[in-house]
């Protein structure tokens, strides 16, 4: 009788010491770091978290460079793997194409890409896709005879590939937004051209190109009034797969594919097309 209930309260101790340690362990676990959705104002080179049920901004801070506010912006991606931010420029003064890697901590940018030979007018939208950079490409058309495509950096800033388009056996060239994000699966993309959604896989072979027609615009006499959507110039998923659109006038909304609509949330004051790079970051980047 001893020796059983010996063995009881050894059994009992054992239990207890496992789950003491579960507990602890449970206590140090890493939190868990949500991504929120950002857009940026190109002019002043603010990032703001916005609402996706209304558009709500709450401003986040600046990119720097140099002990400046980085201006010029045009996208921007977070990198898992390395922990950081990767930037790319519009084409015009003062950023000229460039292409920065930027540090999550201190949010100061370095650039990786100078664009010295102006190779590209910009790198409109950028992903990430096997431990590269891709990214929808214009390219400077005296250089080369199509004037967009896909582009492939090391995270050196090198180039490592190039694709362009092709739609039902001829040459395709998009412009007038080039927003990027996958599709249904890491080997599919969507981009934005003007008002359509372009579907192609990675070798730049486009299956289908989707016309968008804006839904539940307010009437607005400077925009023509009633369901009046400008060129897409961002594209980005949420989380929970949800693709969003912002175009070229601010108007912030979600888009269904499959009835091709851009459906409208609201629109971003001021309506200067300097809203750019609608991106999905981790939340503490800028904290």
Do not use: H
């Amino acid at each position: 009788m001893k020796t059983v209930l010996l063995k009881f309260l050894g059994i009992t101790l054992l239990l207890t010491a496992f789950l003491a340690c579960s507990s602890d362990d449970d206590n140090d676990s890493i939190p868990e770091i949500n991504d929120i959705m950002v857009v940026y104002d190109r002019s002043t080179g603010v990032f703001s978290a916005i609402n996706k049920a209304d558009g709500a901004l709450t401003v986040l801070g600046s990119i720097t460079m140099n002990g400046e506010a980085l201006t010029g912006l045009r996208d921007v991606v977070y990198n898992p793997s390395n922990s950081t931010i990767y930037a790319t420029s519009n084409a015009n003064s003062p950023s000229e194409g460039k292409i920065y890697s930027v540090n999550p901590t201190t949010l100061v940018a370095t650039v990786l890409n100078d664009n010295a030979n102006n190779d590209w007018y910009a790198l409109p939208g950028i992903e990430m896709s096997n431990g590269k950079l891709l990214g929808t490409v214009y390219w400077d058309e005296y250089n080369y005879e199509e004037y967009s495509g896909l582009i492939w950096l090391n995270l050196d800033g090198t180039v490592f590939d190039r694709k362009y388009f092709t739609y039902e056996g001829d040459d395709y060239n998009i412009c007038c937004g080039m927003g990027l994000e996958f599709g249904a699966n890491s080997s599919e993309i969507l981009m934005s051209y003007e008002r359509e959604i372009v579907v192609s896989d990675l070798n730049g072979l486009i299956s289908e190109v989707i016309e968008l027609t804006g839904s539940g615009f307010p009437l607005d006499g400077r925009f023509g009034g009633g369901n009046t959507l400008g060129y897409v110039r961002c594209i980005e998923k949420d989380a929970s797969g949800i693709l969003y659109g912002l175009d070229e006038y601010g108007a912030f909304g979600t888009i269904n594919l499959e009835t091709g609509t851009f459906n409208y949330i609201t629109r971003l004051l001021p309506d200067n097309g300097d809203w750019l790079a609608l991106s999905k970051i981790p939340e503490n980047v800028f904290q």
